[in-house]
């Protein structure tokens, strides 16, 4: 399982810190499990100021992500899911999406959380989505990540 190994964050203090959710419309009981764990941890982490945009599928995610990077978020998290078929169209979209959503955070120095589940089943997806029975929640660990992540920037010397 994926889970292990998962550091303990330190305390983070998001309350002065302007986030924005972006998030896929495919698969919508995954989507909704990975949308309201990103809020869950928008709440638990004091960020009061977010917005949630909604794309049609994953790879529309980076483009979204840099336009709200562009825009002066502290942190973007990009939730979507892609679940193997029996094409190469999988392979495709998780690299794109990997590689456009690496390099906004790059580009741009916003960190972008990054929630996109790439599983063989939906069976895995439901299982890491936060939904009641999840084992994981990647939305709230995608906003963890960023928050934490961003409150480091800007403690920076």
């Known amino acids: 399982m ?3 190994g998962a550091p303990q964050l330190a305390t983070i203090d998001g309350t002065n810190l302007n986030v924005a959710v972006v998030a896929a419309q495919w698969h919508e009981t ?3 499990g990975l949308v309201n764990g990103a809020r869950r941890a928008l709440e638990e982490l004091g960020v009061t100021r977010h917005t949630l945009v909604r794309v049609p599928g994953s790879f529309e ?6 336009a709200l990077a562009s825009r002066g978020y502290d942190a973007v ?3 979507g899911v892609v679940i193997r078929g029996g094409t190469p ?3 495709y979209v998780c690299q794109g999406v ?4 690496t390099q906004v955070s790059v580009d741009t120095g916003v960190p972008v959380g990054f929630g ?3 599983c063989d089943t939906e069976e895995q997806a439901l299982d890491r989505a936060g939904l009641p029975g ?3 929640d990647k939305g709230h660990e995608a906003v963890s990540a960023a928050v934490a992540t961003a409150a480091v920037l800007r403690a920076l010397p």
Request: charged share 20%.
């Open 61 to 66: 995610l980076p483009v979204a992500a840099r």
């Open 77 to 79: 998290i990009a939730l």
């Open 98 to 101: 990997t590689q456009g959503l």
């Open 2 to 4: 994926s889970g292990k």
């Open 134 to 136: 999840s084992a994981e």
């Open 89 to 91: 169209h999988f392979d």
């Open 30 to 32: 995954v989507m909704d």
């Open 116 to 118: 996109v589940l790439t």
